[in-house]
């Protein structure tokens, strides 16, 4: 699966990254041309931008899927998900219930969990007020380690299940004005190299996290435009991506064929 997606062109957008594979768990596919078949796929965020374009991808891929997104843009995730013959659940994912929900949603249980639900609420460090501050942790990461420890323990997410966060070239290099946001993506980095082992070895699922760079998408559209224009060119291609980029890199993550990869 590495290979094939590594000389695709569905990595375009990938440079300079080192993948490590280990000689465990390779898993196998049937039918390339829908890896997923057969599986069920849970993304977070997905009404729209990046999340929306994992969800397509993962229905091109075989999976069925299920779209989830807060209430408040029930009528957007309502859309994306019919476009896709998805399932859509509203709900916002901070909810203490929100695990017990996903579970009540998959009673045949869950093999692709992907965390891409994510906001920003930037502001300088000194000028940064605490609950900017605590509702960006919340959703970008303690509602990940939240779900994520509660899908695992109630045997919703199957043995041979593939767990993919989204992270951010924020919490590899950080950025200016956005220390919660980057806090936060650091974190997932942590809570991925930390899970990774201890789920592969006692549960057979592998945790993994995609740190993109700019992507277009709602929430850099709202970056003011010089700094939107600078965050385009700092990458090897000098263009922003597209959410396409990152749901393929994603998609290769959930591959069966990809439990070598973590
Ligand atoms: N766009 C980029 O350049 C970029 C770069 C790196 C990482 N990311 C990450 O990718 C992910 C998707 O970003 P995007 O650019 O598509 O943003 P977006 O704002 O277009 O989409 C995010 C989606 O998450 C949903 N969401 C927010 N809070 C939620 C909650 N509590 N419960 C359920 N859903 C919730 C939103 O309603 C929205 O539909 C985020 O985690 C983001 O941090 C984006």
Same mark, same amino acid.
């Given at each position: 699966?590495?290979?094939?997606?590594?000389?695709?062109?569905?990595?375009?957008?990938?440079?300079?990254?080192?993948?490590?594979?280990?000689?465990?768990?390779?898993?196998?596919?049937? !039918?390339?041309?829908?890896?997923?078949?057969?599986?069920?796929?849970?993304?977070?965020?997905? =009404?729209?931008?990046?999340?929306?374009?994992?969800?397509?991808?993962?229905?091109?891929?075989?999976?069925?899927? #299920?779209?989830? !997104?807060?209430?408040?843009?029930?009528?957007?995730?309502?859309?994306?998900?019919?476009?896709?013959?998805?399932?859509?659940?509203?709900?916002?994912?901070?909810?203490?219930?929100?695990? !017990?929900?996903?579970?009540?949603?998959?009673?045949?249980?869950?093999? #692709?969990?992907?965390?891409?639900?994510?906001?920003?609420?930037?502001?300088?460090?000194?000028?940064?007020?605490?609950?900017?501050?605590?509702?960006?942790? !919340?959703?970008?990461l303690?509602?990940?380690?939240?779900?994520?420890?509660?899908?695992?323990?109630?045997?919703?997410?199957?043995?041979?299940?593939? #767990?993919?966060a989204?992270a951010s070239i924020a919490g590899i290099?950080?950025?200016?004005?956005?220390?919660?946001?980057a806090?936060s993506k650091a974190g997932i980095i942590g809570l991925v190299r930390s899970?990774a082992?201890?789920? =592969?070895?006692?549960?057979? #699922?592998?945790?993994n996290a995609v740190a993109?760079?700019?992507?277009?998408?709602?929430?850099?559209?709202?970056?003011?435009?010089?700094?939107?224009?600078?965050?385009?060119?700092?990458?090897?291609?000098?263009?922003?991506?597209?959410?396409?980029?990152?749901?393929?890199?994603?998609?290769?993550?959930?591959?069966?064929?990809?439990? =070598?990869?973590?």
């Amino acid at each position: 699966s590495t290979l094939r997606f590594l000389l695709s062109p569905r990595s375009a957008y990938i440079s300079g990254q080192v993948v490590e594979l280990t000689t465990d768990a390779p898993g196998e596919v049937a !039918d390339w041309a829908a890896p997923l078949t057969g599986r069920t796929a849970l993304v977070t965020g997905s =009404a729209r931008g990046i999340g929306a374009a994992v969800a397509s991808v993962l229905a091109r891929d075989g999976a069925r899927v #299920i779209c989830l !997104d807060v209430p408040q843009a029930e009528e957007e995730l309502t859309r994306t998900a019919d476009r896709l013959g998805a399932a859509a659940l509203p709900l916002n994912i901070t909810a203490p219930d929100a695990a !017990d929900l996903i579970a009540a949603a998959v009673p045949d249980g869950l093999d #692709i969990l992907v965390h891409n639900a994510g906001i920003t609420r930037d502001r300088r460090l000194a000028n940064m007020p605490a609950d900017r501050w605590a509702s960006v942790i !919340d959703v970008n990461l303690d509602s990940v380690l939240r779900t994520t420890d509660a899908l695992i323990k109630s045997g919703t997410l199957r043995r041979g299940g593939r #767990i993919v966060a989204t992270a951010s070239i924020a919490g590899i290099a950080g950025n200016n004005g956005q220390t919660n946001y980057a806090a936060s993506k650091a974190g997932i980095i942590g809570l991925v190299r930390s899970l990774a082992p201890r789920a =592969a070895a006692e549960h057979g #699922i592998t945790v993994n996290a995609v740190a993109p760079g700019f992507i277009e998408t709602k929430m850099t559209a709202a970056v003011p435009l010089f700094i939107r224009e600078a965050g385009r060119r700092m990458n090897s291609l000098s263009q922003g991506g597209l959410p396409v980029d990152v749901a393929e890199t994603t998609a290769w993550f959930a591959q069966p064929a990809s439990g =070598a990869v973590r």
